[in-house]
């Protein structure tokens, strides 16, 4: 996120999953948009959390900021997603929390994408939902929209981007990043199978008759290294008209970078 002529970072540490995945949120801003510095920092277990996922960072209209996270119920395959306010990022790890989105026996929400639109009227979620209906298929991902007019009470309105069966993505479509809005076009993480999970690619979907269609048969975007993975991609509008990606990549060694670039 660009800011008042300021990067702004958020993202979670993770570690192996003998060691607990993830177990923080870090805060950083940058004056250039790839040297970034640690503003603060925000453990799971505060929260009661297994593990955290991909965060949101927010300015609100009012002044102050919002941090929302992604957190995993102890024991389980269910998330919920909580909101932190402060009145700066340095405050973030003592700020009001507040659950957004509860999630249920039936779903888990996490890694929300928000957009705080004034000429709409309030703020916009896209949600990923994992159904938990099936034990050991639970990786299973589509996405809901939701709307707000504070963006802490939320109204899920409905899904907004489903599997498309026996494609790339039909195990799960995750909207990652807003493109553009005339028409509204995203961002998103598809995986064929169960196996590909934690390796998604990216594919691009167009709003079309009021719901999100895919671009094309296959995936828009993919790592040249490793296994192919590339996702959790965020744009960033530049002053210039350009625009700045940050994205998760494969490594050749299977690791993921956290990379940037500008198109």
């Not at 024991?75 to 700066?88: F, L, R």
């Not at 996405?143 to 409905?158: K, P, Q, R």
Request: charged share 25%; proline share 6%; net charge negative.
């Amino acid at each position: 996120m660009l800011h008042e002529g300021v990067f702004w970072l958020s993202y979670r540490v993770r570690r192996p999953i003998t060691a607990g995945r993830g177990v923080s949120v870090v805060v950083a801003r940058s004056a250039d948009g790839v040297r970034f510095e640690t503003v603060c920092e925000i453990q799971r277990e505060v929260f009661g959390a297994d593990s955290f996922e991909r965060p949101v960072l927010a300015p609100l209209p009012s002044g102050g900021w919002r941090l929302y996270v992604s957190c995993a119920t102890p024991g389980s395959k269910h998330w919920w997603i909580e909101a932190v306010d402060a009145a700066t990022p340095a405050e973030l790890p003592g700020g009001r929390r507040t659950v957004v989105l509860p999630g249920d026996e039936r779903v888990a929400v996490k890694d929300p994408v928000i957009v705080l639109d004034a000429r709409r009227g309030g703020w916009r979620m896209w949600v990923c939902c994992h159904p938990l209906d099936v034990v050991g298929a639970e990786d299973r991902m589509w996405t809901a929209y939701a709307t707000s007019t504070d963006g802490l009470v939320w109204t899920v309105e409905g899904e907004a981007l489903g599997p498309t069966p026996g494609g790339w993505d039909a195990r799960g479509a995750r909207v990652t990043t807003v493109l553009g809005e005339s028409p509204l076009t995203v961002l998103y993480d598809g995986r064929a199978t169960a196996e590909d999970n934690w390796f998604e690619r990216t594919g691009i979907a167009v709003e079309r008759d009021g719901r999100l269609t895919p671009v094309g048969v296959g995936p828009a975007v993919v790592s040249p290294e490793g296994d192919g993975a590339f996702r959790y991609v965020s744009a960033v509008p530049l002053e210039d008209g350009r625009t700045r990606f940050y994205f998760e990549a494969a490594r050749s060694d299977g690791s993921h970078d956290l990379m940037t670039s500008i198109g």
